[in-house]
């Protein structure tokens, strides 16, 4: 049975930072591309960044280049985004999926995913 299960979230102030963490179990990360989504509240989800399968590049929106980082730690088969310089739009419950029909990030903001973590909350508020 594959799981995925995220950790870090958490109340921060403007401007902190938070690592969040997608840790596997069932399915190795390895080769897969691994996604970050978001959802705030009475907004749909969107996709934060990928990290590919193929080559480890990185993708990122806009909203978050610069401040945000996704790596892979293949030994704890887990994926991370470190993100630092965080505002209050950034609140929002973050999700990390994957699925195995997808090895890069070419149609990573679109593409549909089989296995998802439960999400983990992240506020940023003074």
């Known amino acids: 049975q594959v799981q995925l299960v995220e950790s870090g979230g958490g109340l921060v102030q403007p401007g902190g930072s938070l690592k969040l963490s997608c840790a596997a179990s069932g399915f190795t990360l390895d080769f897969y591309a691994v996604v970050w989504f978001r959802q705030a509240p009475g907004k749909e989800r969107e996709g934060v960044s990928c990290?590919?399968?193929?080559?480890?590049?990185?993708h990122y929106t806009d909203f978050v280049k610069g401040r945000f980082t996704i790596s892979r730690d293949n030994a704890k088969n887990t994926v991370h985004l470190q993100m630092n310089s965080l505002k209050p739009g950034d609140t929002a419950v973050y999700y990390c999926a994957t699925d195995p029909a997808w090895r890069g990030c070419t149609y990573w903001y679109t593409a549909p995913y089989d296995y998802w973590g439960q999400g983990t909350q992240v506020t940023v508020s003074s």
């Open positions: 990290i590919s399968g193929v080559n480890d590049t990185t």
